[in-house]
């Protein structure tokens, strides 16, 4: 996952200087191998590279992914074009929901009216019953990949410029939620208490998420260096043109992940939300409004740890009213009756 995309660029453009297309036209005869020695020694000085590079690299991942997901207040140029991506995000979330209610009224009308009189009518009204509904259930999972609509009092939950982090940010707002749990500053404690099974499958979808984004900056810098060295050669035009479809195969990709991702995060609070109370000898709640505010009781703990809130004695501020449960104290030794209680409780027997 992280030596590959660091080779896609650092191959094509050992490509590209081999075939002199800084310089002028390109000469791919020259990419023949000629001598066995000069071009083993290429092959090693490249994977010693590519294998620096990646150590390197490895540490900028999570920026990498929070570069496609849109935060970009750190540079001026994206900042300004921040809210331009993101109106358009805000616009596609409202036709996705128009849409949704247009097919669903259009689903209505087809179930109230009357029945048709020909077979073939009644058939044409099927087809466009399976349409309508197959176009819903796709408007209905895009708009999913979206913030939830927030309840009546509280504030709107901001977009960001891309789907992508639309679709994290999803999740993120979402998983713990629904229990009173902030998810963002609850899922490092949430984390280390997942099944195997459960951590498996989780890593595998976040190891998918990174190499997709990966791969996503890997391409467009081909893209980049393809245009910038080929640009006065109009035949080998095809070539940055599959890597910026390459680009944005992986960017979608990256949705893709982002979405399973998601899944597995709101399956870890579903079925590991208790095992964070255990863990914290913490009393376990008996109904579902005494479970949702004791997690946002939690929550708030959890947040103001975050904060500027002096430390001492938080704990016994935010969480006063809690109790602890001690389950694994050892039990209180038993002493064994005696002689002549053992015979008294035959005789009673």
Request: hydrophobic share 45%.
């Amino acid at each position: 996952m992280g030596l590959l995309p660091i080779a896609v660029p650092t191959v094509f453009i050992w490509i590209l200087l081999r075939a002199h297309s800084f310089a002028g036209a390109s000469d791919w005869s020259q990419l023949i191998p000629t001598d066995l020695k000069v071009d083993v020694l290429q092959v090693l000085i490249a994977v010693l590279l590519i294998t620096l590079l990646a150590v390197a690299v490895q540490p900028f991942q999570l920026r990498i992914v929070r570069l496609l997901e849109g935060y970009w207040d750190g540079w001026w140029l994206t900042a300004l074009l921040a809210p331009v991506f993101v109106e358009y995000q805000t616009r596609k979330k409202q036709g996705l929901a128009a849409r949704i209610n247009r097919l669903d009224a259009r689903l209505g009308e087809l179930e109230v009216s009357p029945p048709a009189g020909t077979l073939q009518e009644q058939k044409r009204r099927q087809r466009e019953g399976a349409r309508k509904s197959a176009a819903q259930r796709r408007a209905e999972d895009k708009l999913q990949r979206y913030p939830r609509r927030p309840d009546a009092g509280k504030p709107e939950t901001p977009l960001l410029p891309t789907a992508l982090g639309n679709a994290l940010r999803a999740g993120e707002t979402s998983a713990g939620e629904r229990y009173g749990l902030t998810t963002l500053v609850s899922w490092p404690r949430l984390y280390p208490l997942l099944s195997d099974k459960l951590a498996t499958v989780h890593a595998s979808a976040r190891d998918s998420l990174d190499a997709a984004a990966s791969f996503c900056v890997s391409f467009f810098v081909v893209f980049v260096i393809a245009v910038a060295a080929l640009v006065d050669e109009p035949k080998a035009y095809w070539i940055p043109a599959v890597a910026l479809g390459l680009c944005c195969v992986s960017y979608i990709g990256s949705i893709a992940a982002a979405v399973t991702y998601t899944t597995y995060v709101r399956v870890a609070f579903d079925l590991h939300r208790f095992d964070l109370l255990k863990a914290m000898h913490q009393k376990l709640p008996h109904t579902l409004s005494e479970e949702y505010n004791q997690f946002a009781q939690l929550s708030e703990f959890f947040l103001k740890e975050t904060t500027g809130v002096a430390a001492d004695g938080l704990a016994a501020r935010v969480l006063q009213n809690r109790q602890y449960v001690h389950t694994d104290e050892p039990a209180a030794p038993t002493t064994s009756p005696s002689l002549w209680e053992f015979l008294g409780r035959l005789g009673r027997r």
